[in-house]
């Protein structure tokens, strides 16, 4: 009898250690393999999405998990506002100010790092026509023989190729034709910018004038070359709309030329509830810089065909793998703040 209490004494002892054992694994475990942080994000429009996708892969280098949709730039900062969106980087700091205050400006949310410097907007024609009738300044328009030469439906207006609504560009442009007195003389082509440029580059091809609206970084740039192709049109003077209005010359001017939008920089914009809570990724943001010329090769891939969700995540891939150092630097420097290092994250190689 005093065998049996014994042995059942044993059983209850390894039975015990057993568990314990169990536990202290499982708690191992868990430590080893917390969960990622999951980071919800989303781009205006394809040729967005490449910068968008370098700074992602930064973000899954330092643990993170990300959420990606496509929204319109209204929706995306209203989102941001609403805290359904934690960043976007793709952030025009003077053409967006109107929807960054409507959303709740500085107290819901932060501006943070460069990732492009001196983006620019404006009008755009042949050189050729430049040359001969020597247009430099959008006011020339006024004039309906100069307007006509532009005139691609027969109804003796300039056909510009305009901006999307809800883009914020449409705004400056229907603002633009007020302020210069070109509401007679110029009609603003809306639609599907893509489509619509498509038709001007052919137009082009077959030796007609040209005239729209543009902006770098941007892949038309690649297609249709400044000062070969075509020409920026100065403005008269530097109108804007609100939010926007207090500009001078100064801010809309580069290289001795007043192009009418705003010299802009395109940058992070996060909520400041996420940002204080993931010192890592602000870190990450602010260290982000692509140059415009980088930007605009890889845009000219998605009018080649090379358009897919893979195909841009490659050109993300190749182009850090082309500036390794750099982009190493970049991680190295935030995982210094960051709580998720010890993530296990899958290498792009």
Same mark, same amino acid.
């Not at 042995?7 to 209850?12: A, D, Y």
């Not at 001078?248 to 992070?268: H, M, Q, W, Y």
């Given at each position: 009898?005093?065998?049996?209490?014994?042995?059942? !004494?044993?059983?209850?002892?390894?039975? +015990?250690?057993?568990? =314990?054992t @169990?536990?202290?694994?499982?708690?191992?475990?868990?430590?080893?393999?917390?969960?990622?942080?999951?980071?919800?994000? =989303?781009?205006?429009?394809?040729?967005?999405?490449?910068?968008?996708?370098?700074?992602?892969?930064?973000?899954?280098?330092?643990?993170?998990?990300?959420?990606? &949709?496509q929204?319109?730039? /209204? %929706?995306?900062? !209203?989102?941001?506002?609403?805290?359904?969106?934690?960043? +976007?980087?793709?952030?025009w700091?003077?053409?967006?100010?109107? !929807?960054?205050?409507?959303?709740?400006?500085?107290?819901?949310?932060e501006?943070?790092?460069v990732?492009?410097?001196? =983006?620019?907007?404006?009008?755009?024609?042949?050189? &050729?026509?430049?040359?001969?009738?020597?247009i430099?300044?959008?006011?020339?328009?006024?004039?309906p023989?100069?307007?006509?030469?532009?005139?691609?439906?027969?109804?003796?207006?300039?056909?510009?190729?305009?901006?999307?609504?809800?883009?914020?560009?449409?705004?400056?442009?229907?603002?633009?034709?007020?302020?210069?007195?070109?509401?007679? /003389?110029?009609?603003?082509?809306?639609?599907?910018y893509?489509?619509?440029?498509?038709?001007?580059?052919?137009?082009?091809?077959?030796?007609?004038?040209?005239?729209?609206?543009?902006? /770098?970084? +941007?892949?038309?740039?690649?297609?249709? &070359?400044?000062?070969?192709?075509?020409?920026?049109?100065?403005?008269?003077?530097?109108?804007?709309?609100?939010?926007?209005?207090?500009?001078?010359?100064?801010?809309?001017?580069?290289?001795?030329?007043?192009?009418?939008?705003?010299?802009?920089?395109?940058?992070?914009? =996060?909520?400041k509830?996420?940002?204080?809570?993931?010192?890592?990724?602000?870190?990450l !943001?602010?260290?982000?810089?692509?140059?415009?010329?980088?930007?605009?090769?890889?845009?000219?891939?998605?009018?080649?065909?090379?358009?897919?969700?893979?195909? @841009?995540?490659?050109?993300?891939?190749?182009?850090i793998?082309e500036?390794?150092?750099? +982009?190493?630097?970049?991680?190295?420097?935030?995982? &210094?703040?960051?709580?998720?290092?010890?993530?296990?994250?899958? %290498?792009?190689?």
């Amino acid at each position: 009898m005093l065998m049996l209490h014994y042995s059942s !004494f044993i059983i209850r002892k390894l039975t +015990f250690g057993i568990a =314990a054992t @169990i536990s202290v694994v499982s708690l191992v475990a868990c430590q080893e393999t917390p969960q990622a942080t999951k980071l919800r994000t =989303a781009y205006i429009d394809s040729e967005g999405i490449f910068q968008q996708e370098v700074v992602n892969i930064a973000l899954e280098k330092l643990g993170y998990e990300l959420e990606v &949709k496509q929204l319109e730039p /209204t %929706s995306l900062h !209203f989102a941001l506002g609403n805290g359904d969106l934690d960043f +976007f980087c793709a952030h025009w700091e003077k053409l967006y100010r109107e !929807f960054f205050e409507k959303s709740g400006g500085k107290e819901k949310l932060e501006r943070v790092g460069v990732i492009v410097n001196n =983006a620019l907007q404006g009008y755009q024609i042949d050189k &050729k026509t430049a040359d001969q009738y020597k247009i430099t300044n959008l006011k020339q328009l006024k004039d309906p023989k100069i307007a006509g030469l532009f005139d691609s439906d027969g109804d003796g207006k300039a056909d510009m190729t305009g901006c999307n609504p809800g883009w914020g560009c449409e705004l400056v442009i229907e603002h633009h034709l007020d302020a210069y007195g070109l509401k007679d /003389t110029v009609e603003h082509n809306q639609g599907s910018y893509n489509v619509l440029i498509a038709d001007t580059i052919s137009r082009y091809r077959k030796g007609k004038p040209v005239l729209y609206y543009t902006w /770098t970084p +941007f892949w038309l740039g690649a297609v249709l &070359k400044l000062n070969r192709d075509v020409v920026w049109l100065e403005v008269p003077f530097t109108d804007l709309p609100k939010g926007q209005a207090e500009l001078t010359p100064k801010d809309t001017s580069i290289e001795g030329k007043n192009l009418g939008f705003a010299v802009d920089r395109i940058i992070t914009l =996060a909520t400041k509830e996420f940002l204080e809570t993931n010192p890592e990724a602000k870190r990450l !943001f602010e260290l982000v810089e692509i140059p415009i010329e980088d930007i605009n090769a890889q845009n000219q891939l998605l009018q080649e065909g090379e358009d897919s969700s893979k195909d @841009i995540r490659r050109h993300a891939e190749e182009w850090i793998e082309e500036n390794q150092e750099l +982009f190493d630097n970049w991680i190295e420097e935030a995982s &210094k703040l960051s709580n998720n290092a010890a993530l296990p994250v899958k %290498s792009i190689h």
